[in-house]
């Protein structure tokens, strides 16, 4: 049975009464060895829950008072706080998110988790349409959780479930576009340098301790790879860095003063984010506005059909099923196994359009409104982003 909105009659206007929503949110610290959730960090974290407590007239993980649960990972203890907001005006909103954040930011501070905030988690219905609600979210989030060295990253939420979304942070790349026509500043040809790269900075660490090192790519021409630079920074440069740099991986380094490091570092990349965006296997991060979907390598064979010959996706043309399944059969980017296969493109075309990246209006299907200025990105949780060298 379809559950009816409440109406309000008010003189000459009729008003839907909005239901309330349940924003359940929860923090996951980052584990320690030596956490223990002892009486007195079980007593101080009561009285800071207290502090933060919202009466929400339900029992349980939405009671309006945090709790902390615990986890076993590795040789470690791992704490998360739930706490559940029950929200009837829309007006209380950012309050009542924000206080919830900030109870998290303060259970970090005061030494009462296991250690710093690693990864926070919101569930409310239908959270992956639902704009507003999210825009609220993010600035809760923004206000509370942006560093000094962060002050101008918005937060992006990571959408794997409808009711589900992962606050986090994203470095982007280049357009969803780019990466399928490999025509951007990321190419996979440079893999197996920058490989050997990171693989003698591994090995060498405390040689190299004092130094970062990153890349600078040069936007390429037509039909061309693009140029990519080592470089490192630090006091001064180094010869020695140079000279092992050079002996070891056969690429010269060159070095960046700070200054010119961090007045220019939208021109910079750090190595395992070119890692990332070069990679030409596995899942795919891409950002639809400001949510972040996964595209499995199914999906991403079955959106080259939508380009026509010379790889330009073809943005306003409409596809009917037949024509998509004539072009799976002679694609270059579907597996011989999977070209004939009715049922292979049935089943990746449901989740193209599930995920927004492909619309389908009765029997015929186009490229989702926007899907040319989707992004490529990596998607971090937020102990991942601190950790993030560049």
């Known amino acids: ?81 739930e706490i ?22 303060e259970a970090q501070d005061r030494d009462l988790s296991s250690g710093s905030v690693s990864r926070v988690v919101v569930n409310f219905p239908k959270a992956d349409s639902r704009p507003p609600e999210r825009e609220t979210i993010r600035r809760a989030f923004n206000e509370v959780f942006a560093d000094v060295d962060e002050q101008n990253l918005d937060c ?18 280049q357009t969803l576009t780019n990466y399928l026509r490999e025509d951007g500043l990321y190419h996979s040809a440079h893999r197996t340098r920058i490989d050997k790269v990171q693989r003698h900075l591994q090995q060498e660490v405390g040689r190299y301790e004092n130094h970062r090192f990153f890349l600078r790519a040069h936007a390429p021409q037509p039909g061309q790879v693009p140029v990519i630079d080592f470089c490192y920074t630090g006091d001064s440069a180094d010869v020695r860095v140079e000279a092992f740099m050079a002996g070891y991986t056969d690429e010269k380094v060159q070095f960046m003063p700070r200054e010119q490091y961090r007045d220019h570092s939208a021109q910079f990349t750090g190595l395992s984010d070119y890692e990332r965006a070069s990679r030409r296997f596995g899942k795919l991060w891409i950002l639809q506005a400001d949510l ?22 073809e943005l306003t043309h409409t596809f009917s099923w037949e024509e998509l399944f004539e072009r799976q059969r002679s694609s270059q980017f579907i597996s011989r196994a999977s070209r004939n296969s009715q049922t292979y493109l049935d089943m990746v075309l449901e989740g193209l359009v599930r995920d927004r990246f492909v619309d389908q209006v009765g029997e015929q299907y186009r490229l989702a409104h926007g899907f040319d200025v989707f992004q490529h990105v990596t998607f971090y949780q937020l102990g991942e982003y601190r950790k993030r060298q560049i």
């Open 1 to 81: 049975m379809t559950a009816v909105p409440k109406i309000f009659g008010a003189a000459s206007r009729v008003v839907p009464l909005k239901r309330p929503v349940v924003f359940d949110l929860v923090a996951y610290y980052e584990p320690s060895a030596h956490f223990q959730f002892s009486r007195r960090v079980r007593n101080d974290f009561g009285e800071l829950a207290d502090e933060y407590s919202r009466s929400t007239w339900l029992l349980g993980r939405y009671s309006g008072r945090a709790i902390m649960q615990t986890d076993i990972e590795g040789i470690g203890v791992a704490s998360r706080v």
């Open 84 to 105: 559940g907001r029950l929200v009837l005006r829309e007006g209380n909103q950012y309050e009542l998110i924000a206080s919830a954040m900030r109870m998290f930011r």
């Open 156 to 173: 992006a939420f990571l959408a794997e479930e409808i009711d589900r979304l992962e606050l986090g942070r994203c470095v982007e790349y």
């Open 292 to 313: 972040v979907r996964r595209l499995m390598p199914q999906q991403v064979s079955v959106l080259y059909l939508f380009f026509d010959q010379q790889l330009q996706p």
